[in-house]
């Protein structure tokens, strides 16, 4: 859990307790100072963490160095993924050689397991350079998208066929794919979205938990128009109403439909028009299909307003380590949480051209507390692109 997840959840806490509406308690106050303490803490922390990438970088001769999970970071190593400590030893196999993956085909560790691909299958890779047992395959060649949550992971029983569940020594869990055609991913809140076979008609969906049994709403739906999955605690559900028409509730593992300051049901309406993202650091996209235009709403319906006081973002992204990256007139700059732009030291707001993901795959925006862009100069011969942290500072890797 990084800092910004953890001012969320303390923030939930608070909220749940009914104390955001009292800021004059001490009880509070105190919660309030711990929240400021730890991002401080944690700012430490990130800022030594980089210290020791680039170092480690410049020492050892790599391109790149990423963010230590598990005790691991995925790095580049004469263009190809390594895994190297924060002694700068790199992950090594049962018979010592290093593990070398092509670029973009080895994913960060996740619950003490990191996924790879190579010669076609898929390697679970554990702390000790060793791999679970076991032939995995894979239909789709990006490594997150088989990353282990909740101590559950996919991967395919044979080249031709579907996904299917897998625990932590590599078996195929019986039970659970028993009851699955296509098992889609674990969100680390525990549960799958399970789709069912209407025959003719549409299909339905519900959420899976790891023992196989479906989240029952408050009002005692199980199955839904469809399900964007469980992020720090909430998921999307689509729901027809008894008109016919559809809107987007949010609804949390308890399965309590969230509401807002009123006590009405958070609901985004026109259901199929417009398409709801992940919640990600306390906000979930909401995309208009034909528009392209987003909106981010909390779990309680409330709109993210910029400073400028715009709620509607053209060309946006998910929030990752607290920024999303939105199009303002041609340019991409980054939206804070809390609706301001990141800016430079010198208060200029910063634009760039483009930007780039650093896993196949994925979304873009910050990872591992550096963003890959394009930065925009007032020579045109001059523009390039650079790794940037959050303060707007660009970081070298490598000599």
Known sequence: ??????????????DKRGLIEVPQDDQFREIQDIIEEVELVWEKVQSFNLFLRIELSRKLGLSYVGDFYDGWAVAVKDGL????????????????????????????????????????????????????????????????????????ARACPTESEFPKYIDKEGVFIDELNAKVDWADRYSRDGYAILKVD???????????????????????????????????????????????????????????????SLGIIARVFQGDRVHPRPFQYGWGRVEDNITKRSQ?????????????????????????DGYAVVKVDGQYQLLGMDGRY????????????????????????????????????????????????QRGRIIKFGS
């Open 81 to 152: 993924n390594v895994y190297v400590d924060k002694e700068g030893e790199f992950l090594r196999g049962e018979n010592g050689e290093v593990l070398e993956f092509a670029f973009g085909y080895a994913d960060r560790f996740s619950e003490g397991i990191a996924v790879a691909i190579k010669d076609k299958k898929i390697v679970f890779i554990r702390q000790d350079g060793s791999f679970l047992p076991g032939e995995h395959y894979y239909n789709m060649d990006i490594p997150w998208y088989w990353r282990f949550n909740a101590g559950v």
């Open 198 to 260: 209407m025959g003719n008609e549409d299909p339905i969906w519900s959420l899976m938990d790891t023992k196989g049994n479906n989240l029952i709403a408050e009002d005692g739906s199980e199955y839904f128009v469809y399900i964007v999955n469980f992020s720090e605690g909430y998921a999307w559900v689509e729901v027809e109403l008894s008109t016919g028409e559809k809107e987007w509730r949010i609804i949390d593992t308890d399965g309590k439909y969230q509401r807002n």
């Open 296 to 320: 981010f709403f909390s779990p309680q319906g409330d709109v993210l307003v910029d400073e400028y006081r715009n709620s509607l973002f053209e060309g946006a992204q998910d929030f990752f």
């Open 342 to 389: 990141l800016r430079n030291e010198g208060g200029d707001i910063i634009s760039f051209l483009n930007i780039m993901a650093f896993q196949k795959g994925t979304d873009v925006g910050f990872e591992d507390g550096l963003i890959h862009i394009h930065m925009r100069k007032k020579d045109p011969k001059d523009e390039c692109w650079e790794y940037m942290d």
């Open 1 to 14: 859990m990084n800092c910004n997840e953890l001012t969320t959840f303390l923030q939930k806490v608070l």
